[in-house]
């Protein structure tokens, strides 16, 4: 049997043993526990800068590190959350530097350097789908810079010109004599090379690592447990906190009695928070059961007495006005008024968790000169920024260790688990990990916002729109997140309550988008696709309520009103082809389309839905085409389009935060439930790429158009309408 180390039974030992007790073969397989005080992200190929040492020898650039084994490490300066950057990132290196793939691995760049060498990094945060597109130009110039180091310092070694010398497959060879020298012999003098001037960076047609599938190189030390998330991070005489807030967001605490709980096992002490408390432990268990024990009133503040149900009351009033408009084109109120019939519909989302499954947690050493920070975080230096501002050191004396983060979809982007953890470090002496539970994730969440979305619209005589007008009623995620971040309000109607309405594909001579931004007590942010999960849902829905209405064929409607467009009708055209879109469906069962762009990429997708005899739902079948211009990594594409068409298909399906009393209901995945394997449907990808110089997101992109394709296939099946969210409100059992 295996051997277990005697520093503890840890998630990663019980992998390893129940994986022996169920017939594997263990061959004295030993992970001891976190003995060292800054424990690592991971096993090769991923690593982590955990410290400031200076840079090895090998290092050519910030982003390239080669050892005299020829070992390549590429840095990466984005967050791994799933979405396959620590892969990705190195491939867009590894193009240009032509080194050995097989002999790549991958670490997290270092958020304090970045911060102490004038941005070398650039940008380090991981959100809008922007990994790839923001960084390719510069993770290729890189790559290229380094590569012409090595065939500098090789032409150096044997005073040849270095234009008689190329470089491939790790090392460079001089052309005429044959003579050659990998990159590990070459990598301490190609650091010492200065150039001229930097290379020109390969053209897509160039490419041949960039768009073939790789294997992504953290799946293996994700599935032997070796991979480190923040959750897992240990440290000598750490201490452990649980914190327990207010039921109702925006509340504050009344008064609580620590004596009560102060002489429990292992409780350390009890810390005042803004909006809580927190307890400290030697254990989080008794942290946490100290928690559940500790007496405690509130004030619940201005969201005492309110409910989901005055909520959607107050969306739908706030419709009537006053609204700011978005976008007009044409004469909206000429068309609607000489129209012989105005075709009206209201679509409502709810408010939504992330309902990551690593729940918020943050893990703190603070010293008189440096502060230490291990965590999950989208935003390295934003969460140094705020650290160091809370702290009262400067950014270069805060070093954050991102972990890997077991999901994101935004939330971590934003650190309310950080600033409860600083809080809690100032009374401790011992390093401090702050964890939430699920309960505290789910009901302190910052939710993807609760929208009322109202269109009008008519049909002219040959049966297309003459007109279209959208109005929302919305969260501000920019006012809700104001008091964390202070981030300047952008001028008009904020950007992410109209994304997908403004930017509507679809043809029509008459357009007007309106707004109005509302906001409840319940605090709002960022959402897996922002915008766009909400009013895709809206747009994609009215247009094919409209195709009925002309009587005409949903797919072909809109490839009417994509005339002239020929990368969404690719899309489109591609998706009813592999869908099989003119095979007629059983009864009982339909077939719904949706088209949508965002962050760059347009994405089709075509459900199929069976709903038996009680009325129940099942997505059996999802069909998904993807234009994002170009891709890195088309296994990766892949991944990412399922993940985000289970994401949209959960919250299409199931989910909604609700509000009683002011306080959030849900707390756990009971009551918020998640689409199963069992459940799961088929999902197809396929790649329809305009090429030319697009280069779209792919993280978020597969999310927006999976709730209105699936509503539309509803209505193929039954003839009903599903204009609020989720599906699940909605009793099928009549006339299926």
Same mark, same amino acid.
């Given at each position: 049997?295996?051997?277990?180390?005697?520093?503890?039974?840890?998630?990663?030992?019980?992998?390893?043993?129940?994986?022996?007790?169920?017939?594997?073969?263990?061959?004295?397989?030993?992970?001891?526990?976190?003995?060292?005080?800054?424990?690592?992200?991971?096993?090769?190929?991923?690593?982590? #800068?955990?410290?400031?040492?200076?840079?090895?020898?090998?290092?050519?650039?910030?982003?390239?590190?080669?050892?005299?084994?020829?070992?390549?490490?590429?840095?990466?300066?984005?967050?791994?959350?799933?979405?396959?950057?620590?892969?990705?990132?190195?491939?867009?290196?590894?193009?240009?530097?032509?080194?050995?793939?097989?002999?790549?691995?991958?670490?997290?760049?270092?958020?304090?350097?970045?911060?102490?060498?004038?941005?070398?990094?650039?940008?380090?945060?991981?959100?809008?789908?922007?990994?790839?597109?923001?960084?390719?130009?510069?993770?290729?110039?890189?790559?290229?810079?380094?590569?012409?180091?090595?065939?500098?310092?090789?032409?150096?070694?044997?005073?040849?010109?270095?234009?008689?010398?190329?470089?491939?497959?790790?090392?460079?060879?001089?052309?005429?004599?044959?003579?050659?020298?990998?990159?590990?012999?070459?990598?301490?003098?190609?650091?010492?090379?200065?150039?001229?001037?930097?290379?020109?960076?390969?053209?897509?047609?160039?490419?041949?690592?960039?768009?073939?599938?790789?294997?992504?190189?953290?799946?293996?030390?994700?599935?032997?447990?070796?991979?480190?998330?923040?959750?897992?991070?240990?440290? #000598?005489?750490?201490?452990?906190?649980?914190?327990?807030?207010?039921?109702?967001?925006?509340?504050?605490?009344?008064?609580?009695?620590?004596?009560?709980?102060?002489?429990?096992?292992?409780?350390?002490?009890?810390?005042?928070?803004?909006?809580?408390?927190?307890?400290?432990?030697?254990?989080?268990?008794?942290?946490?059961?100290?928690?559940?024990?500790?007496?405690?009133?509130?004030?619940?503040?201005?969201?005492?007495?309110?409910?989901?149900?005055?909520?959607?009351?107050?969306?739908?009033?706030?419709?009537?006005?006053?609204?700011?408009?978005?976008?007009?084109?044409?004469?909206?109120?000429?068309?609607?008024?000489?129209?012989?019939?105005?075709?009206?519909?209201?679509?409502?989302?709810?408010?939504?968790?992330?309902?990551?499954?690593?729940?918020?947690?943050?893990?703190?050493?603070?010293?008189?000169?440096?502060?230490?920070?291990?965590?999950?975080?989208?935003?390295?230096?934003?969460?140094?920024?705020?650290?160091?501002?809370?702290?009262?050191?400067?950014?270069?004396?805060?070093?954050?260790?991102?972990?890997?983060?077991?999901?994101?979809?935004?939330?971590?982007?934003?650190?309310?688990?950080?600033?409860?953890?600083?809080?809690?470090?100032?009374?401790?002496?011992?390093?401090?990990?702050?964890?939430?539970?699920?309960?505290?994730?789910?009901?302190?969440?910052?939710?993807?916002?609760?929208?009322?979305?109202?269109?009008?619209?008519?049909?002219?005589?040959?049966?297309?729109?003459?007109?279209?007008?959208?109005?929302?009623?919305?969260?501000?995620?920019?006012?809700?997140?104001?008091?964390?971040?202070?981030?300047?309000?952008?001028?008009?109607?904020?950007?992410?309550?109209?994304?997908?309405?403004?930017?509507?594909?679809?043809?029509?001579?008459?357009?007007?988008?309106?707004?109005?931004?509302?906001?409840?007590?319940?605090?709002?942010?960022?959402?897996?696709?922002?915008?766009?999960?909400?009013?895709?849902?809206?747009?994609?829905?009215?247009?094919?309520?409209?195709?009925?209405?002309?009587?005409?064929?949903?797919?072909?409607?809109?490839?009417?009103?994509?005339?002239?467009?020929?990368?969404?009708?690719?899309?489109?055209?591609?998706?009813?082809?592999?869908?099989?879109?003119?095979?007629?469906?059983?009864?009982?069962?339909?077939?719904?389309?949706?088209?949508?762009?965002?962050?760059?990429?347009?994405?089709?997708?075509?459900?199929?839905?069976?709903?038996?005899?009680?009325?129940?739902?099942?997505?059996?079948?999802?069909?998904?085409?993807?234009?994002?211009?170009?891709?890195?990594? #088309?296994?990766?594409?892949?991944?990412?389009?399922?993940?985000?068409?289970?994401?949209?298909?959960?919250?299409?399906?199931?989910?909604?935060?609700?509000?009683?009393?002011?306080?959030?209901?849900?707390?756990?995945?009971?009551?918020?439930?998640?689409?199963?394997?069992?459940?799961?449907?088929?999902?197809?990808?396929?790649?329809?790429?305009?090429?030319?110089?697009?280069?779209?997101?792919?993280?978020?992109?597969?999310?927006?158009?999976?709730?209105?394709?699936?509503?539309?296939?509803?209505?193929?099946?039954?003839?009903?309408?599903?204009?609020?969210?989720?599906?699940?409100?909605?009793?099928?059992?009549?006339?299926?």
């Amino acid at each position: 049997m295996g051997h277990i180390d005697s520093t503890g039974l840890t998630r990663r030992n019980f992998l390893v043993a129940t994986l022996t007790a169920a017939g594997g073969l263990a061959i004295g397989v030993s992970i001891p526990g976190f003995a060292a005080a800054v424990p690592p992200i991971g096993a090769p190929p991923i690593g982590a #800068p955990w410290d400031d040492a200076p840079p090895p020898a090998g290092e050519i650039n910030a982003w390239i590190v080669i050892d005299p084994d020829d070992t390549v490490t590429i840095r990466c300066a984005k967050a791994e959350m799933g979405e396959g950057v620590l892969t990705s990132m190195p491939m867009i290196v590894a193009e240009e530097l032509g080194c050995d793939w097989t002999r790549v691995r991958s670490e997290y760049a270092s958020a304090n350097r970045n911060m102490r060498e004038n941005m070398v990094y650039k940008g380090m945060l991981t959100g809008g789908s922007s990994a790839v597109r923001a960084s390719r130009p510069y993770l290729q110039q890189a790559g290229a810079s380094a590569r012409v180091r090595l065939i500098q310092a090789a032409a150096t070694r044997w005073n040849v010109p270095a234009g008689d010398c190329e470089a491939a497959d790790g090392k460079v060879t001089h052309k005429a004599s044959g003579r050659s020298l990998n990159y590990g012999a070459l990598a301490g003098d190609a650091a010492k090379v200065a150039l001229a001037k930097e290379p020109d960076i390969k053209t897509p047609d160039q490419f041949t690592l960039i768009g073939k599938s790789q294997a992504r190189l953290d799946t293996k030390v994700k599935v032997t447990g070796e991979a480190i998330f923040g959750i897992d991070v240990r440290l #000598p005489d750490m201490l452990y906190a649980a914190v327990v807030t207010c039921p109702v967001p925006g509340g504050t605490v009344k008064s609580y009695d620590a004596a009560a709980i102060l002489k429990q096992r292992g409780v350390h002490s009890v810390v005042p928070l803004p909006n809580g408390v927190a307890i400290v432990a030697d254990r989080f268990w008794r942290a946490k059961q100290a928690a559940l024990a500790l007496p405690i009133e509130w004030n619940p503040g201005a969201g005492a007495g309110t409910s989901s149900a005055g909520f959607a009351k107050d969306y739908r009033d706030a419709l009537k006005g006053p609204l700011e408009n978005a976008k007009s084109t044409g004469d909206v109120a000429k068309a609607l008024n000489d129209a012989p019939k105005v075709i009206e519909a209201l679509y409502e989302v709810p408010y939504l968790a992330h309902a990551t499954m690593e729940p918020l947690n943050c893990t703190v050493q603070l010293q008189a000169d440096r502060l230490d920070i291990w965590m999950g975080t989208q935003a390295p230096e934003i969460t140094t920024g705020l650290a160091a501002k809370t702290m009262g050191l400067k950014p270069e004396q805060v070093y954050v260790h991102n972990c890997y983060l077991g999901g994101g979809f935004g939330r971590r982007a934003i650190n309310d688990e950080l600033m409860q953890a600083l809080a809690v470090a100032r009374t401790v002496p011992n390093p401090v990990k702050l964890i939430w539970t699920r309960e505290e994730d789910m009901r302190h969440d910052r939710y993807r916002p609760q929208a009322a979305i109202a269109f009008k619209g008519a049909l002219g005589k040959d049966g297309m729109p003459t007109v279209i007008q959208a109005q929302t009623a919305v969260g501000s995620i920019m006012k809700s997140i104001k008091p964390m971040l202070d981030f300047p309000s952008p001028p008009g109607v904020e950007p992410m309550a109209v994304e997908g309405l403004v930017n509507m594909p679809y043809d029509v001579p008459n357009l007007k988008v309106d707004a109005v931004l509302k906001n409840t007590h319940v605090p709002v942010m960022f959402w897996r696709s922002v915008g766009s999960s909400q009013n895709a849902f809206a747009v994609e829905s009215f247009i094919d309520e409209l195709a009925h209405e002309a009587g005409q064929d949903p797919y072909q409607f809109r490839r009417k009103m994509l005339a002239g467009k020929p990368d969404f009708l690719s899309v489109l055209d591609t998706l009813a082809q592999k869908a099989n879109w003119n095979q007629k469906m059983p009864a009982g069962k339909g077939r719904g389309i949706a088209i949508h762009e965002s962050f760059g990429t347009i994405v089709g997708e075509c459900v199929e839905v069976a709903i038996d005899a009680k009325g129940k739902v099942r997505c059996e079948r999802v069909v998904a085409v993807v234009d994002c211009g170009h891709v890195v990594n #088309p296994r990766n594409v892949e991944m990412q389009i399922e993940s985000g068409v289970i994401y949209g298909l959960t919250a299409a399906l199931y989910d909604e935060i609700t509000v009683k009393d002011g306080a959030i209901e849900q707390g756990n995945f009971d009551s918020y439930q998640m689409v199963r394997l069992a459940d799961s449907p088929k999902i197809e990808t396929y790649l329809a790429l305009s090429g030319g110089t697009k280069w779209g997101g792919i993280g978020e992109p597969g999310t927006p158009p999976i709730a209105p394709a699936l509503c539309n296939a509803i209505f193929a099946a039954t003839g009903r309408r599903v204009r609020q969210l989720p599906v699940g409100k909605t009793d099928f059992s009549r006339g299926v």
